[in-house]
Structure formats: C-alpha cells, structure tokens
C-alpha cells in the first residue's frame, strides 16, 4: 500500500512539475506572440514610412530637376541681360561721360567684355589707357576722387544706355571728393543731360555752399525751363520743414535794353 502511495505521489509530483512547465512555455508563447505582433506592427508602420520616402524622394528630384532647369534658365538670360547692358556701348558712353569730369585722367574705367560669345559673362572692372592698352585694376589706377567719378559716371552711363522708361534722374549727394572744378564740370554735365536727354533731374546735396551753388548753375537759360528747390532744415523744436522755390526763366532786362 504504501508503494502505491509513493508512485501516486511521484506521479502527482511530476504531473505538477510538468504542468509548472507547461503553464510557463504558454506564457513565453503567449509573450512571443505579442512581440511578434508588436514588431508586426512596426514593420507594417516602417513600410509606409518608406513608401512615403519613395514619394518623397521622388517628388524631391523632380523638383531639382525643375530648380537645375530654372537655374539653367537664369544663367542664360543673365547672360543675355549683362550682355545687353555691358557691352561696349556702355563703355563707350561711360568713357565720353568719365572724360568730361577727369578731361586729365590718363586712365579711363571700363568692363572687360568675353572674348567668346559662349564664355560666361561677368561685369569684371578694368581700366583703360586713353591712347590704347589696358591698365590695371581702378582701385590701384585711379585716385579716390576719380574713383567717385567713375561710379557718378558709371550710373550715368546705365540710364543713358538702356531704353528709357521714365524721364527722371535722381542723384544723392553725388558731389563726394569732387573739387570745385569737378563740380562745375558736374553741374555742366547735368545741364547737359536736362536739356539735350530731356531729363527731369532731381539732385539731393547736404551742404549749403553746394545747394546754392548748383541752385545758380541750373537756373533757367530759356522760356519754359524750370528749377524748383526745396530746402529741409530743422527747427529748435527739432521739427523738420520745407521751403520750396520754384524759379522760372526770366529775360535780363539789361542785356534786352
């Protein structure tokens, strides 16, 4: 009987032994299986991820082609734009204008144009002898008086040079390192310009000897002819007025008796 008794036990012990097992491979199933879905799940997510990055990508490349189309595009007709400003009518107005305000220059600016038609164009400063030749760069040729009249002259030249839209020309302070003689050369040049280009000029200077001088230098010469100039000051208040004074052409009574 009590052998009977103790196999009865072994046989509990190990049926229970079993079923511990059992009980813990279902759990490390049951485990496994979420983590299986789990990475199933980021799988499914990782794929439409990448199927979004396929678009993406796509859609990426197609816009680069277009931007390398446009830039492609903006190369040429940047060329064709320089090439229609700077070129060597441009030059040759600059130099007629330089020479008027720096008659004792020996150098005269320029933009070196390609040699080639297919070469890339860029707007590369150099500088001229008069008789023939090429100088050096502007900044080691010229002096910084000169320097100013290249670029006064140089924005001078580009409105001459291109189609105009509006009759206006309107300069700021253009008179900086001028002398006096280059100053009556300038105010020449601008009688010149308002009345053989049939330019409205407007000029904007900040010092009183230079406002009353450019204001008798542009004085009306001839029947409708006109200068209108506005002086800004500021009063004690610090408020800023304004006093404009029209002046209109008017015969020399002394030299018409």
């Not at 103790?6 to 059992?22: D, F, G, I, K, P």
């Not at 330019?199 to 002819?225: C, G, N």
Request: net charge neutral; aromatic share 6%.
């Amino acid at each position: 009987m009590r052998n009977y008794i103790e196999a009865n036990e072994r046989r509990l012990s190990a049926q229970n032994a079993n079923r511990t097992e059992a009980i813990s491979v279902v759990e490390q199933l049951t485990d496994q299986r979420k983590r299986l879905g789990l990475v199933h799940s980021e799988l499914q997510t990782k794929r439409a991820r990448l199927l979004l990055l396929y678009v993406a990508k796509e859609e990426a490349d197609r816009r680069m082609g277009i931007a390398k189309g446009l830039i492609d595009e903006a190369r040429e007709t940047r060329g064709k734009i320089v090439r229609k400003v700077f070129n060597e009518d441009l030059n040759r107005v600059w130099r007629d204008l330089f020479v008027r305000l720096a008659p004792e220059e020996p150098f005269v600016p320029a933009f070196a144009l390609p040699d080639s038609a297919k070469a890339n164009v860029e707007a590369v400063l150099e500088t001229l002898y008069r008789d023939g030749g090429k100088g050096g760069n502007p900044r080691a040729m010229l002096s910084a008086g000169n320097l100013n009249t290249a670029a006064l002259t140089l924005f001078l030249a580009l409105h001459l040079s291109v189609k105009r839209e509006l009759p206006c020309l309107l300069i700021d302070d253009p008179v900086q390192s001028m002398d006096e003689v280059h100053i009556a050369q300038f105010a020449a040049l601008l009688r010149t310009l308002s009345k053989q280009k049939e330019r409205q000029i407007i000029v904007a200077v900040h010092e009183k000897q230079l406002f009353d001088y450019l204001s008798l230098e542009l004085s009306p010469t001839y029947m409708d002819d006109r200068l209108i100039t506005i002086e800004l000051r500021k009063t004690l208040e610090g408020r800023t007025t304004a006093s404009w004074l029209p002046k209109v052409y008017e015969v020399d009574q002394a030299i018409a008796v």
